[in-house]
């Protein structure tokens, strides 16, 4: 199978919220935070460390690691105030704007989701998945 065709679609946030509503654990949470990652066109090392080699990002391959990210969502769970953990990641060759990830977590507090959210994507970055960007030579 080509990198192209495992590509996937997007999960509706919509229905992801209306089923974490529905869920009876529904009744004690306060708040629920979407985090959607995105390809964009500016390299990570530019946006994160400042370093702008002139190119810019044209694609990614985006892969992950299936029991890295159960043992990472099974660690959120059991932070505290902490109901609601989904997830949803990417994989194959991807273009600008395509989804990488979507990500819900749902909480008692605000300060625990944000928290959580925070956790979790952090710990899927630097942990679960590899990142290729393809890029161009130089800007136009």
Same mark, same amino acid.
């Given at each position: 199978? %080509? /990198?192209? /065709?495992?590509?996937?679609?997007?999960?509706?946030?919509? #229905?992801?919220? *209306?089923? #974490?509503? /529905?869920?009876? $654990? +529904?009744?004690?949470?306060?708040?629920?935070?979407?985090?959607?990652?995105?390809?964009? @066109?500016?390299? *990570?090392? @530019?946006?994160?460390?400042?370093? !702008? !080699?002139?190119?810019?990002?044209?694609?990614?391959?985006?892969?992950?690691?299936? #029991?890295?990210?159960? +043992?990472?969502? +099974?660690?959120?769970?059991?932070?505290?105030?902490?109901?609601?953990?989904?997830?949803?990641? /990417?994989?194959?060759?991807?273009?600008?704007?395509? !989804?990488?990830?979507?990500?819900?977590?749902?909480?008692?507090?605000?300060?625990?989701?944000?928290?959580?959210? @925070?956790?979790?994507?952090?710990?899927?970055?630097?942990?679960?998945?590899?990142?290729? $960007?393809? *890029? %161009? $030579?130089?800007?136009?």
């Amino acid at each position: 199978m %080509s /990198n192209e /065709n495992r590509k996937k679609m997007a999960p509706s946030i919509d #229905a992801w919220l *209306k089923a #974490a509503k /529905n869920d009876p $654990e +529904a009744l004690q949470e306060g708040m629920y935070l979407v985090h959607n990652g995105t390809v964009r @066109q500016t390299p *990570k090392a @530019q946006v994160r460390q400042g370093l !702008d !080699d002139g190119s810019l990002v044209t694609g990614m391959e985006f892969f992950y690691d299936a #029991a890295k990210v159960a +043992a990472a969502i +099974a660690a959120t769970k059991k932070r505290e105030g902490i109901f609601h953990v989904r997830v949803w990641l /990417n994989e194959g060759q991807l273009q600008l704007g395509d !989804d990488i990830m979507v990500v819900l977590i749902g909480g008692d507090i605000r300060p625990h989701v944000i928290d959580a959210l @925070q956790f979790l994507v952090e710990t899927i970055k630097t942990t679960c998945v590899t990142e290729i $960007e393809q *890029k %161009s $030579e130089t800007r136009k």
